[in-house]
């Protein structure tokens, strides 16, 4: 699979890490929103689990798409550019959209941590990165589900960008993202 970047189009490992990213953030808040629905027991907690999981996941997934983004080089041009201030705020969604997928695994893995709780991923257990602390514990959570607010409004501002670019603007921003289309 080429990893490089074309002059059109992101290359197609770029473009799955993309999708595969999406599709997991969605099932993230999806077993997070819809445990709800479970009564108290095996289903909720195997939802919490599966929550735990996939958030690590995007974690490992995400870590992969910036060494492989770094590889990928240049990224391709939007035709026809957009003005500068536009291309500052793209960076700027961007690198808030990176920190957020990184922080979010790494603050429920903390919490996780700090209340003692056994962090399992694919059936291998994973280290604790700080000692239990309770009271930190409830804290870090707090920040996890505040930027897990956070998150709907960064991801809802990303997809708005793209459809704003894709049906009014009329440019390839998003058809360098799409799986298998030629520029």
Request: aromatic residues 8%; without cysteine.
């Amino acid at each position: 699979m080429d990893i490089k970047n074309s002059e059109y189009r992101f290359s197609p490992l770029v473009i799955g890490l993309h999708w595969l990213t999406v599709i997991l953030i969605i099932a993230v808040y999806a077993s997070m929103e819809l445990r709800g629905l479970a009564p108290k027991g095996a289903l909720r907690d195997a939802m919490k689990s599966l929550h735990y999981l996939l958030g690590l996941s995007v974690l490992v997934i995400v870590v992969i798409r910036i060494g492989v983004r770094i590889q990928a080089g240049v990224k391709p041009a939007i035709q026809p550019p957009m003005p500068r201030w536009q291309a500052t705020l793209a960076d700027g969604m961007h690198y808030a959209l990176y920190s957020f997928m990184l922080a979010m695994p790494l603050l429920g893995w903390l919490t996780l941590s700090a209340a003692g709780k056994p962090i399992v991923l694919f059936g291998l257990p994973v280290p604790s990165l700080i000692g239990t602390d309770v009271a930190l514990s409830r804290q870090l959570k707090d920040v996890h589900e505040a930027l897990a607010t956070l998150g709907y409004v960064l991801i809802g501002l990303h997809a708005m960008a793209a459809l704003l670019h894709h049906y009014v603007m009329r440019d390839n921003t998003v058809v360098r993202m799409l799986p298998g289309r030629r520029p």
